[in-house]
């Protein structure tokens, strides 16, 4: 019912569906009503989600409701037409769950290292945002992968438990980006079991990292903070000789910690995770790709910015975004800074430059301008401007997000 509106529209919808006025709902939310009603005729915007938070708490629905997820993902040679309903029903497999109920019949698994080899290949696909790709061949790999948790027993079963870790973490980072945070958080909460099934620590702070993600995307900041602050915790002794993997994912642990405090409106907090970050990164002393964490220098000045924009600083995103070089870095990464850079060029009305690096995103991951909420709010906020420029409107058509929303 709300897929086309502006996050303000649904602010407008769900507030009269739940009989409150203007005045009401923005003192609930700390807010003047001459504010709020800018907000629901798009003439101020709403993009930091500490304050869409407040609102979806006080108007009682979820954080999806206002920002619009999660969106139809459409079929393609690539994805065939069984896509996230097949992976629902791949991560609700009672058979997997419980499995001494579902047979006692001998199991067959497919060798580990053609598991192993069929992760690498599904992560690169997340990271260059092959987005068909990942709908079609997740719910096998991770049927696969349980399979083989059942059917292996040892140092393998450990393998098996580890290869299952990151088909969720890949289920799960892959759902946040279509706007499916419920569905994200059980990926990721199945893979952090699994990960601790498979006793290795960067597997579990690997993890740890991709659940503290899930619950960022649904509001759940100060349990997001806290999972992966205590996951960096618990691999600090193991920093006094780390492994480029482990430095890796202890880096990116406080990246997330960063993010989540950021939006939690934790200015100080914020900062002090991403100096911890940075000192990471600085002693790897490289861009990396280690356990696919994208981790390094640059990813640290990618939060950076992310933060800002985040924290309300527009100027400060600009200043750090705008002049960044992540042509070095997956696909997945180049494409979320871009859509953040252009987030902060339009909000300082710099609406030619914020298309063009989302025209520019456009052309190598197609699927991630496409789907991502944050590049859909602001293709549908260039739209509610006076004379939108044609490409907006030609993106948003390739985008499926139409101009106005629905009259009630």
Not at 43 to 60: E, G, T, Y
Not at 76 to 87: C, V, Y
Not at 107 to 131: G, K
Not at 141 to 152: F, G, N, P, R, V
Request: proline share 4%.
């Amino acid at each position: 019912m709300t897929d086309d509106m502006t996050i303000g529209q649904r602010v407008a919808f769900y507030r009269r569906r739940r009989g409150l006025t203007q005045e009401v709902l923005a003192g609930l939310v700390g807010k003047t009503p001459e504010w709020l009603r800018k907000v629901e005729t798009n003439r101020a915007d709403l993009d930091r989600l500490s304050v869409i938070r407040s609102i979806a708490k006080a108007l009682d629905v979820s954080l999806g409701d206002l920002i619009g997820a999660p969106r139809l993902f459409e079929w393609s040679d690539d994805s065939g037409r069984e896509t996230i309903p097949a992976l629902r029903a791949a991560l609700h497999d009672y058979r997997h769950l419980a499995p001494t109920l579902a047979s006692t019949a001998v199991i067959e698994a497919p060798a580990l290292r053609e598991i192993e080899n069929d992760v690498a290949e599904i992560w690169t696909a997340y990271q260059h945002s092959r987005y068909g790709t990942l709908a079609r061949r997740l719910p096998y790999l991770i049927h696969d992968c349980l399979t083989a948790t059942e059917a292996y027993h040892g140092d393998d079963r450990e393998r098996a438990h580890a290869m299952t870790a990151y088909a969720h973490q890949l289920a799960a980072l892959f759902l946040t980006k279509l706007g499916e945070g419920d569905l994200a958080w059980t990926a990721a909460s199945r893979g952090l079991a699994a990960a601790n099934s498979s006793h290795d620590h960067v597997v579990i702070g690997s993890l740890s990292r991709s659940a503290a993600h899930s619950l960022a995307s649904i509001g759940e900041y100060a349990q997001a903070r806290g999972l992966a602050a205590t996951a960096a915790q618990f691999l600090e002794p193991q920093l006094a000789k780390p492994t480029p993997q482990l430095l890796s994912v202890y880096g990116s642990l406080h990246l997330v910690c960063a993010l989540a405090a950021a939006r939690d409106d934790d200015r100080s907090s914020a900062d002090t995770h991403i100096a911890e970050a940075d000192a990471a990164a600085q002693r790897l002393g490289t861009d990396g790709n280690h356990v696919w964490t994208a981790f390094g220098p640059t990813n640290v000045s990618i939060h950076q910015t992310t933060v800002a924009m985040e924290l309300g600083d527009v100027q400060r995103a600009i200043a750090i975004g705008a002049p960044l070089d992540t042509g070095a870095l997956p696909v997945e990464r180049q494409v979320r800074h871009a859509i953040e850079t252009a987030r902060a060029l339009a909000r300082w009305n710099r609406i030619d430059d914020a298309l063009a690096a989302l025209l520019d995103a456009e052309v190598i991951g197609p699927d991630q301008v496409r789907y991502h909420r944050l590049s859909r709010d602001l293709v549908r906020d260039i739209l509610t401007r006076p004379r939108p420029p044609r490409l907006a409107v030609e993106l948003s058509d390739r985008m499926g997000v139409r101009s106005g929303g629905p009259r009630w």
